[in-house]
């Protein structure tokens, strides 16, 4: 695990001090430069000193710190072979210059759990933020793409609906990228990936790109590489993202933080609704569109659109420049989807001229940090040697009631804490 800082002071007392100090696990390497970072002179010389160093890296267990933030991404580069240099700097010339194999198969990359794949993808990832960036100041500070989660119950023809709607957006001009996902099977590990089989026109538009990924047994069925396939979309010029998930459950919780607008879609005769529906993810619902409203369904979407819109009364609001609208559209027949696409772009230009939109996309970086690092330090804690030699035997007590789950719970970590 890499922890980027930034060494801001460098005094002599300081450093003599250090190099006094009984650091015996541990080992300095220093590097010969003149400068620190980013262009910040070191304040004493080192040659004084008997050292030639502004860079430097100290390693504890294996734990390396690196104490210049700006050249991670230089130093990740300079661990790879030329092989993989090649591989990495092909995958990034193609994916931005809009090559759809290229985007394909960077998306592949990082949804690989190979070690070394793993390390190539960030790599990649951190060239195409670079060009984000940069692409982002050249745009006046303004994103690149518009992210909408869309989500419903099964059955509420969301993939019906973002044929139609997909359509219509390259027609219109845009490039539009569906990153669906599908569950994986909990026994097999399979999916069905039929997404592409249902939108078959939209699959053969070239100005549309449909990826459909396994969860892979991901809770709420967002896969965590989902978030860096967004980015990855955007490098490739997709200027619309769509981001259709499972169902109705936690995945709706894990999509509000990496989109910009959260839609829910809902069929007009599936029971009692509002008390089907968690109240959660009503919450959460930027945009609320009745399916189906065509033929005989006409006057239960009516129905339905005013329950939901006195529903959305009652409950907190979360933007001071956004109120949830309740729709109701039908992709057989294209009623209300381009009223509903007006509504959307409204949503944007007030959440971006506020200035929600921004802070929003902030508060997300953080949130997906921080849950990359959870998965991390417990896929760390699992496979830690002690750990995993400990597992079996307290899962065996649990089961036989001779330990209680937290007792067990307590004792792992105990151990873990101990060993690591």
């Known amino acids: 695990m890499n922890i980027p800082m930034l060494l801001q002071h460098s005094h002599r007392s300081f450093l003599k001090g250090l190099l006094r100090s009984p650091f015996r696990p541990y080992r300095f390497i220093f590097h010969s430069s003149t400068h620190l970072g980013s262009g910040i002179p070191c304040a004493w010389p080192f040659n004084s000193l008997g050292l030639h160093c502004t860079k430097w890296m100290l390693l504890s267990n294996g734990l390396k710190r690196k104490l210049c933030v700006q ?21 990034y010339t193609g994916l931005i210059q809009g090559h759809r194999a ?43 793409a518009f992210r909408v989660g869309l989500s419903g119950p099964p059955g509420a023809g969301k993939s019906t609906f973002i044929e139609y709607f997909g359509k219509m957006l390259t027609e219109r001009g845009h490039k539009l990228s569906v990153l669906a996902v599908d569950p994986s099977s909990c026994t097999s590990g399979g999916s069905l990936l039929g997404d592409k089989t249902r939108m078959t026109e939209l699959s053969r538009d070239m100005n549309a790109y449909i990826r459909p990924s396994p969860t892979s047994g991901t809770l709420g069925g967002v896969t965590r590489t989902t978030n860096e396939a967004i980015l990855l979309c955007e490098g490739g010029g997709y200027d619309i993202i769509l981001i259709e998930t499972v169902g109705v459950g936690q995945s709706e919780f894990a999509v509000a933080d990496m989109v910009d ?24 619902a930027d945009l609320v569109a009745i399916t189906k409203s065509d033929g005989d369904l006409i006057v239960p979407a009516r129905r339905i659109q005013a329950e939901y819109v006195s529903a959305l009364k009652l409950l907190r609001k979360r933007s001071k420049v956004w109120r949830p609208k309740v729709i109701r559209i039908s992709a057989r027949s294209g009623e209300g989807i381009s009223e509903m696409w007006d509504k959307m772009r409204e949503f944007q230009d007030l959440m971006l001229t506020s200035g929600e939109l921004t802070a929003k996309r902030q508060r997300q970086q953080k949130v997906w940090m921080w849950n990359l690092i959870q998965e991390s330090v417990l896929e760390h804690f699992r496979t830690h040697p002690t750990i995993r030699e400990q597992i079996p035997v307290m899962e065996k007590k649990v089961l036989s009631g001779a330990l209680s789950p937290g007792l067990a719970a307590d004792v792992l970590l105990k151990t873990f804490k101990s060993r690591d």
């Open 71 to 91: 050249t991670t991404l230089k130093e990740h580069t300079e661990e790879l072979s030329d092989k993989e240099q090649r591989f990495v700097d092909k995958l």
């Open 102 to 144: 290229c985007l394909a198969e960077a998306i592949t990359l990082i949804e690989s759990t190979h070690k070394r794949k793993k390390e190539l993808a960030q790599v990649l990832l951190q060239k195409v933020l670079v060009y984000h960036r940069e692409q982002e100041q050249i745009n006046k500070g303004k994103p690149l």
């Open 261 to 284: 607008m959260f839609v829910l879609l809902l069929p007009p005769a599936g029971g009692d609704e509002l008390q089907g529906i968690k109240r959660g993810i009503i919450e959460m």
